[in-house]
C-alpha cells in the first residue's frame, strides 16, 4: 500500500500542470504574440491535434480573437452590416452577435473587418474596416458608444482599417491618420476625445500600437509607411521618431525591449533596431534580413522569428539582426504566434497548420496538419491571413466565415 502511494505521488511530480491564460486582443495580453501559458502539446499526433468544433457563422473577414475565460469575441462581415461576435468556446455555439457598423468594408482581396477586438473588464472594443470604432458591453454585445476614424480626419487605407485598438488606463488608443492628428486617444467610457496628435500627421496604414515604458515615460509606439514614432501617453506629443521608407502597405506590429524597437515590413524593405534616446534615436542596424509582409514577427529572449519574403521562415539575432537560420521549403508563407515554447506556424495558401520548436537550431517540426474544409467565401485573392491564437488550452484558427477550435492540452 505504501509503494503505491509513493507511486502515485512520484507521477503526480512528474506531470506538467496546465497554466491556463487568456488571449484578450491582439497578439495577447502583452501584444508579444507570446504566451505564458504551460502544460500544452510538445508534439503533434498524426493529423493534429483533436478538433473540438468549427463554427461557419461567423460572416466574411480577416478579424483575429480576443479570448477571455470561456468566450470568443471576433467581428465578421455580413450581407447587411459588419457584426461583432461572441462565441462559446467550449460548444462554439454564438452567444450573441451586434451590428456595429452598416457598411461592410468591400475589397478585392476579400471584404468584411481586418482588427481583433480588445476586451477589458466588462467591455469589448473593436474597430471595423471601415473605421468604426465601438464599445460593447462584454455580457449581451450592448453597444455603449461608436466613433467614425472619418469624424477625427480619418481616410480609410486601401484595404481597410485593420488595426486593433488599444485600451491602456482610461484611454482607448487608435490611428485614424491624417492631417487633424495620427494617433488618437478617447475616453473609454464615452467615446470623448481626450487628445490628437497634432504634431504627428502621417496618413493610417495597418499597423497596430504597442504600450511601452522607457526612462520613467509611459508612451504608445507606431509605425506608418514614413515614420516610426513614439508618442506620450498622458497627451499624445512627440517624444520621438525615426524615419522608415515603407512600401505599399505597412503592417506587422512594432516590438519593444530595453529600451530597443524593432520594426519590419515587406515589399523589399526589410527590418531596423533603433535605441531609444532623444528625438532622434540611434540607428543599430537597418537591413534586409526580415522583409515581414503581414504574418507577424515574434522575439522570444533575444532572437526573432516570422516569416521573411523571399527567404523562408527566418530566425534573426535581435541586437545584430543577423541571420541565425532560415527555411524556405518546409512551409509556405504565413502568420505564427508562440505559446509553452512552440511556435504555430500557418500557411496563407494551402492553409497548412504546424508546430515547430521556438530554437535557434533550425526548424524541428513536431506536427502538421491541414485546416478542412476550406471557406466557401474567400475570394481567389485573399488567403487564410487570420493569426493563430492559443488560449486556456485551445488553439483557433480562421477562414473567413469559418472559425476552428482545436485541444492542444498536454494533460488531459
Not at 461567423?58 to 452590416?81: N, P, R
Not at 461592410?104 to 474597430?127: C, H, I, K, Q, S
Request: contains cysteine.
Amino acid at each position: 500500500m505504501k509503494d503505491q502511494f509513493l507511486l502515485i505521488v512520484v507521477m503526480l511530480c512528474c506531470v506538467t500542470p496546465l497554466k491556463s491564460q487568456d488571449w484578450p486582443g491582439w497578439r495577447g495580453a502583452d501584444r508579444t504574440d507570446v504566451s505564458h501559458e504551460k502544460g500544452l502539446l510538445k508534439e503533434w499526433p498524426e493529423g493534429g491535434p483533436k478538433q473540438l468544433w468549427t463554427s461557419k457563422k461567423c460572416g466574411v473577414g480577416y478579424s483575429g480573437f480576443a479570448v477571455v475565460k470561456d468566450s470568443l469575441y471576433t467581428m465578421g462581415g455580413y450581407a447587411e452590416s459588419t457584426k461583432l461576435i461572441c462565441l462559446n468556446t467550449e460548444t462554439g455555439d454564438i452567444r450573441w452577435r451586434k451590428d456595429m457598423s452598416e457598411n461592410v468594408l468591400e475589397n478585392g482581396w476579400g471584404d468584411g473587418p481586418r482588427g481583433t477586438p480588445t476586451v477589458d473588464g466588462d467591455f469589448v472594443y473593436a474597430m471595423s474596416g471601415a473605421g468604426v470604432l465601438v464599445c460593447a458591453k462584454t455580457s449581451d454585445g450592448e453597444i455603449v458608444w461608436s466613433a467614425s476614424m472619418r469624424d477625427f480626419g480619418g481616410r480609410t487605407p486601401n484595404w481597410g482599417y485593420t488595426e486593433s485598438v488599444l485600451v491602456d488606463g482610461d484611454q482607448v488608443i487608435c490611428t485614424p491618420g491624417g492631417r487633424d492628428g495620427a494617433i488618437l486617444a478617447l475616453n473609454k467610457t464615452n467615446g470623448e476625445k481626450i487628445w490628437q496628435t497634432k504634431d504627428f500627421t502621417d496618413a493610417a496604414d495597418y499597423s497596430s500600437l504597442i504600450v511601452a515604458v522607457h526612462n520613467q515615460q509611459r508612451q504608445y509606439i507606431q509605425l506608418t509607411q514614413k515614420s516610426i514614432v513614439g508618442v506620450a501617453a498622458n497627451n499624445g506629443s512627440v517624444l520621438w521618431k525615426s524615419s522608415w521608407p515603407g512600401r505599399t502597405a505597412v503592417v506587422p506590429t512594432p516590438i519593444f525591449k530595453d529600451g530597443l524597437v524593432y520594426v519590419s515590413s515587406g515589399y523589399g524593405v526589410g527590418c531596423k533596431l533603433v535605441e531609444l534616446g532623444g528625438k532622434e534615436p540611434k540607428e543599430i542596424y537597418e537591413n534586409k534580413t526580415m522583409k515581414n509582409q503581414h504574418g507577424g514577427v515574434i522575439l522570444i529572449e533575444n532572437h526573432l522569428y516570422g516569416y521573411s519574403d523571399n527567404v523562408g521562415w527566418l530566425c534573426q539575432n535581435f541586437k545584430t539582426g543577423d541571420t541565425v537560420w532560415s527555411d524556405r521549403r518546409s512551409l509556405g508563407k504565413g502568420a505564427v504566434a508562440c505559446a509553452d515554447g512552440m511556435l504555430y506556424c500557418i500557411s496563407e495558401d494551402r492553409g497548412e497548420v504546424v508546430l515547430i520548436e521556438a530554437s535557434t537550431k533550425g526548424w524541428s517540426e513536431k506536427g502538421r496538419f491541414t485546416l478542412d474544409p476550406e471557406s466557401e467565401y474567400r475570394p481567389s485573392r485573399g488567403k487564410r491571413w487570420t493569426h493563430p491564437t492559443i488560449a486556456n488550452g485551445k488553439l483557433y484558427l480562421r477562414d473567413q466565415e469559418l472559425v476552428f477550435c482545436y485541444d492542444v492540452k498536454a494533460n488531459k
